[in-house]
Every structure is written in structure tokens, then in C-alpha cells.
């Protein structure tokens, strides 16, 4: 694909960059799948997977005060600002609810219910520390999921409702899905590229 390079109307805007050379990666490279999945568990586990590594992709070739840049005003969601919401929502589903831990939350809070966001900060140790806590929270998602045998295992709500392993893989895929979404546009907003 030739390189499409358009300008802005702006000049606090980057130029929109999408070609086959602004790509994250290149297609030879892409560590995510293009589907192929024979049963229910695989398909659910690759595409979670998928969207996990593209929030990597998304974030990847950013210095702190890029990734925490929230450039969608007056939104106050930041890219790293949605790697420490997903570690929230992954420590959620996998820890509390499907595993019972007994754990606080990581980010947010009754005083706070936003800290995810609001915590976002342009700081190396921040986000050393988001990443090493996403990527701690996902490996114990994988691990809790590689050990269940069988997707209809239940877990138990905040509500006292109960919800099988199957339910939370698909509303982990729903929930990348939309924030990888954000995430393009906001990775937009910093530097202008697009896609993949």
C-alpha cells in the first residue's frame, strides 16, 4: 500500500499518516493471529490475545508524556491511562471475580472510581509500574484460564449473581475490543498514525 500522507487544518494537529512504512509492525511480523480458530476455547483466547497485543502495538515507540497525553479533551482517558484501566478490569474478572481473591482494586477506588485515568501521569516510574502491573494481570488471567477445564465454570458477582469463565473471555474480547478503538484514536491525535 502506498504511503498516504494528508495534512491538518491545524497546526497542533499531526499530519494523518497511514502506509504499508507506518505500520507498527510489518505484516510479515505481526505476532497477532488472523483467526483460523477451531473450537470455542481457542477462538475466545486468540482474539483476547489479539486485542491485548494491540493495546501493546498501539502504546508502542512512546516516551511518558505521550502515552499520558490526554488528547481527546475534555476527555480525560490517556493512552496509559487505558493500560491501567485494563489492569483494573483484568485484575476484576480473573482475580476477584472468577478466583474469588479478596484483593483491592488496583487504580480505582470508592473516593476515586476514575484513578485509572486520573492517575495517568507523564512519569517513567508510572508507567514502568502500569505496564509491569497489566502484564502481571494478564499472566494470571492466562494461567487461571490455561488451568480451568471447562468454560461454564462459574464465578461469583459483587451482586451475588454468578458468571461462567465463557461470559468473562467474551466480555474481555468486548472490552479490548472498544478500548483499542480509543486507543487508536488517541494514538491519532499524538503522532497521526493510523490502522493496524
Known amino acids: 500500500m502506498a504511503d498516504s500522507r494528508t495534512t491538518t487544518d491545524t497546526d497542533d494537529q499531526p499530519a494523518r499518516r497511514f502506509g504499508s512504512s507506518d505500520m507498527f509492525v510489518s505484516p510479515d ?12 476455547r481457542s477462538m475466545l483466547i486468540g482474539y483476547l490475545r489479539d486485542y491485548r497485543l494491540t493495546l501493546e502495538m ?4 512512546l516516551g ?7 488528547s481527546v479533551p475534555p476527555s480525560t482517558m490517556s493512552l496509559l491511562g487505558l493500560v491501567c484501566h485494563m489492569a483494573d ?21 470508592k473516593e476515586d472510581p476514575d484513578g485509572d485515568f486520573n492517575g495517568a501521569v507523564a512519569d517513567p ?26 468454560l461454564a ?11 461462567s469463565l ?31
Request: hydrophobic share 35%.
Open 29 to 40: 511480523e505481526d505476532p497477532r493471529s488472523n483467526g483460523g480458530f477451531d473450537d470455542e
Open 58 to 61: 498501539k502504546c508502542s515507540g
Open 64 to 70: 511518558p508524556e505521550e502515552l499520558a497525553r490526554r
Open 89 to 109: 478490569v483484568e485484575q476484576n474478572w480473573f482475580r476477584r471475580v472468577m478466583a474469588g481473591q479478596d484483593v483491592p482494586r488496583i487504580y480505582s477506588s
Open 125 to 150: 516510574k508510572a508507567v514502568a509500574e502500569a505496564w509491569h502491573t497489566w502484564r502481571s494481570e494478564v499472566r494470571f488471567a492466562e494461567q487461571f484460564v490455561a488451568d480451568s477445564s471447562d
Open 153 to 163: 465454570a462459574r464465578g461469583r458477582m459483587r451482586d451475588g449473581g454468578t458468571i
Open 166 to 196: 465463557r461470559e468473562v473471555l467474551l466480555h474481555m474480547v468486548e472490552e479490548y475490543a472498544r478500548h483499542c478503538g480509543h486507543a487508536d484514536l488517541l494514538r491519532e491525535r499524538i503522532d497521526g498514525r493510523v490502522g493496524q
